[in-house]
Antibody, heavy 120, light 107 residues
Framework: QVTLRESGPALVRPTQTLTLTCTFSGFSLSTGGMCVSWIRQPPGKAPEWLALINWDDDKYYNRYLRTRLTISKDTSKNQVVLIMTNMDPVDTATYYC????????????WGQGTLVTVSS | EIVLTQSPATLSLSPGERATLSCRAS??????LAWYQQKPGQAPRLLIYDASSRATGIPGRFSGSGFGTDFTLTISSLEIEDFAVYYCQQRSDWPITFGQGTRVEIK
């Protein structure tokens, strides 16, 4: 059974850096074709894709947020980390990680999500 | 970026009725479109990928169709558990984008 779980701070201050960790089980990011992505969803709005990393350590970013995002993986710990700099109140959202397959990029399954509020 | 426009924003139907949801893309996606269902407090769940393939465990009352710029998700006979928000998502080009959603509510 594939599961993913996001963890990180619930509250960050404006201008601070957010670090989120996705811990997964049921698959390995050392297996060819495996990918993990980060997606966020502001309250009451649609999901927004942020970044993706694959088994070969290739990284893809939403170009509108590229300068603020860094995605990385620790295969030995079954973890993917997302760093987002210069947080702003508009970044308040539920942040999800999800599995995908190389070349297909459908997200299944998703983690339960973690709500991050940006406020002073 | 590719913009996905979903219609209608809200669909008010009764259990047992047929639901037809639309997703229109700003440029051709070939068949690279997926549909997700999201219930309150839950993460989205993949229903349909590659426009018409059902994901594992998805009931047969859900079907997808379309190619190019116009896509449809059909729920043949609504069950109580189908009342939710539905999103489309494209993978034809980076960045991956989602539509703004259609809410299916009980009439």
């Amino acid at each position: 059974q594939v599961t993913l779980r996001e963890s990180g701070p619930a509250l960050v201050r404006p201008t601070q850096t957010l670090t989120l960790t996705c811990t997964f089980s049921g698959f390995s990011l050392s297996t060819g074709g495996m990918c993990v992505s980060w997606i966020r969803q502001p309250p009451g709005k649609a999901p927004e894709w942020l970044a993706l990393i694959n088994w070969d350590d290739d990284k893809y970013y939403n170009r509108y947020l590229r300068t603020r995002l860094t995605i990385s993986k620790d295969t030995s710990k079954n973890q993917v980390v997302l760093i987002m700099t210069n947080m702003d109140p508009v970044d308040t959202a539920t942040y999800y990680c999800a599995r995908a397959h190389y070349g297909e990029y459908w997200f299944d399954p998703w983690g339960q999500g973690t709500l991050v509020t940006v406020s002073s | 970026e590719i913009v996905l426009t979903q219609s209608p924003a809200t669909l008010s139907l009764s259990p047992g009725e047929r639901a037809t949801l639309s997703c229109r893309a700003s440029q051709s996606l070939a068949g690279y479109l997926a549909w997700y269902q999201q219930k309150p407090g839950q993460a989205p769940r993949l229903l349909i990928y590659d426009a018409s393939s059902r994901a594992t465990g998805i009931p047969g009352r859900f079907s997808g169709s379309g190619f190019g710029t116009d896509f449809t998700l059909t729920i043949s006979s609504l069950e109580i558990e189908d009342f939710a928000v539905y999103y489309c998502q494209q993978r034809s080009d980076w960045p991956i984008t989602f539509g703004q959603g259609t809410r299916v509510e009980i009439k």
